[in-house]
């Protein structure tokens, strides 16, 4: 299990077009027997606005359990706001997504493109979170999701200041060209290869994060956003 005061963060409003308005964190918190999903502005982020928000437990799309081995672990998941997901994770992978944005002459709207007026832009938005707790073939492993990021050795081994070698892969594919971030700034694209090497700049709980975007198929939107986040604790190697 993960220590008591490990967070993972992802700033939904990473996403690429999305407005101030509707930018906010998604993080997992441990608590007993498990984990809650939390939304609004995560404390050890400077916004202002409320900490919590209450959203739809519609929002959670998948929840990926796994131990060390990479075997699955089965979990739980609530159907009430803040989500809470029973479970002992070695590696915990939640997909969630808020649905349809569309940029319009009157802000931005949770909508359809279809469904606004004046429509100027639109996506479709996906965000997950992986958290690294005990390093091992499933933490080494794809997870084959729609976005993630895989480190290539053990990230709960780095000291501060140690060089991270990372894969971005889509259903298990390299994603070329992706911006991968570190604590919110970008630190660079990815390779053909899908890969960039990250440098820790501090102990304690890391962020890494890359995002997508892909043409939509339909009338409802412009494109496909999706934004995903590594984190893991250096000094957390058990």
């Not at 319009?104 to 958290?131: C, D, I, M, R």
């Amino acid at each position: 299990m993960m220590s008591l005061k490990t967070r993972f963060l992802l700033g939904i409003g990473f996403a690429a077009g999305m407005s101030a308005a509707v930018a906010h964190d998604l993080w997992v918190e441990p608590e007993a027997g498990g984990y809650q999903l939390l939304y609004g502005h995560h404390p050890g982020v400077s916004h202002e606005g409320a900490k919590q928000i209450d959203y739809s437990p519609e929002i959670v799309k998948s929840v990926v359990c796994l131990d060390a081995t990479g075997s699955h672990h089965p979990t739980q998941v609530g159907d009430s706001s803040p989500v809470k997901i029973e479970g002992d994770c070695a590696v915990l992978y939640v997909l969630t997504s808020s649905g349809y944005w569309t940029k319009t002459t009157a802000g931005t709207k949770n909508l359809k493109k279809t469904e606004a007026a004046s429509p100027l832009s639109s996506w479709q938005s996906f965000e997950s979170v992986k958290h690294i707790d005990r390093w091992g073939s499933g933490a080494a492993s794809s997870l084959a999701t729609p976005l993630e990021i895989v480190p290539a050795e053990n990230p709960l081994a780095l000291k501060d200041g140690d060089k991270l070698t990372v894969r971005v892969l889509a259903n298990g594919q390299p994603v070329a060209d992706a911006t991968v971030s570190y604590d919110g700034k970008p630190r660079g694209q990815t390779g053909a290869d899908g890969t960039l090497n990250i440098r820790v700049k501090h102990g304690g709980l890391q962020l890494i994060q890359a995002s997508t975007r892909t043409p939509h198929a339909g009338p409802e939107a412009d494109e496909i956003v999706h934004t995903t986040a590594l984190t893991f604790a250096l000094g957390n190697d058990k």
